[in-house]
């Protein structure tokens, strides 16, 4: 009867526990949301129960569920998407009333607007040849608005040649997200002073292989960067250092799937 009743007051700590801390998780995630800030170390949600990170959204339960341990993290959360359903890319375009969304791997964060190149107005006719010069004149000054002071002129160059350093190596747009805010941060504390552009976009670019556990080495960010690869090494360590960013050891098995590919083995031989 005793270790009955231990058992029952241990349940109840551990489930008093678990709704403490789904509460700050909650907390935290709104405290997030009202900031409207995005920093890829701190929005990483821990589970309670077996500390795991590998958590997964239920969109038909509106639930935040672990994978590990199968502990509901969080529920009745919002869906941020849109309330339509499309099935093609013709509806997709019908029915989205919004335009493209924030990303940083543009210096104005894709919120600025442009000026069409098509000489034509709304209806689809012909602009008159004396409002074409003029529509010349706002498209240029439009490109200078765009980039107005040094800093975004920096990371105007920066992200482009973030965005051509991935291309060439096929690498995902989460990567790219991913490297684009390290370079953001770098600009911010001031780090770029000194060392040249194309140096700190190449670390910035290994540094989110390394976070997102994509394996790439120097040698292949050097061959698609304009700079060498000692400088690169050397300006990884840097910003990783000043920036404090938490880095794992990359895994001799996240090299398996690459290679596999490369010698065109099937999947049985992978796993």
């Known amino acids: 009867m005793q270790e009955t009743e231990v058992t029952k007051q ?3 700590l551990a489930e008093e526990k678990i709704l403490s ?8 995630i709104r405290e997030k949301k009202e900031k409207g800030k995005t920093d890829f170390e701190k929005t990483q949600i821990e589970c309670p129960e077996c500390h795991s990170y590998n958590l997964v959204h239920d969109y038909e339960r509106a639930e935040l569920v672990c994978n590990d341990c199968g502990l509901v993290v969080d529920a009745d959360f ?3 998407g849109p309330e339509w359903r499309a099935f093609d890319h013709d509806q997709r375009l019908k029915r989205s009333r919004v335009g493209a969304p924030m990303t940083y791997t543009i210096h104005d964060k894709g919120l600025s607007t442009m000026i ?6 709304t209806y689809g006719k012909s602009i008159s040849s004396k409002s074409r010069a003029q529509l010349y004149r706002l498209r240029k000054w439009q490109r200078r608005i765009r980039v107005s002071n040094a800093t975004e002129r920096n990371l105007a160059f920066a992200l482009s040649e973030l965005d051509r350093m991935a291309s060439a190596l096929g ?22 002073r000194g060392r040249s552009i194309e140096g700190v976009a190449a670390s910035a670019l290994y540094a989110a292989c390394r976070q ?12 698609v960067s304009r700079v060498s690869r000692k400088e690169i090494g050397r300006t990884y360590r840097f910003v990783a250092r000043e920036l404090s960013l938490k880095l794992i050891p990359t895994s001799p098995v996240d090299y ?15 796993s």
Not at 179 to 186: D, G, L, N, S
């Open 256 to 270: 398996v799937p690459r290679f596999c590919s490369g010698l065109q083995l099937r999947g049985e031989v992978q």
């Open 116 to 121: 069409d190149w098509r000489n034509k107005d």
């Open 10 to 12: 241990e349940i109840e």
């Open 171 to 192: 690498l995902s747009r989460n990567i790219r997200e991913t490297a684009a805010v390290v370079y953001r941060k770098a600009v911010e504390k001031n780090l770029i």
């Open 21 to 28: 801390e789904r509460e700050k998780i909650k907390e935290a």
């Open 212 to 223: 997102c556990s994509v394996p790439r080495t120097l040698d292949e960010i050097g061959e």
């Open 78 to 80: 919002i869906d941020m």
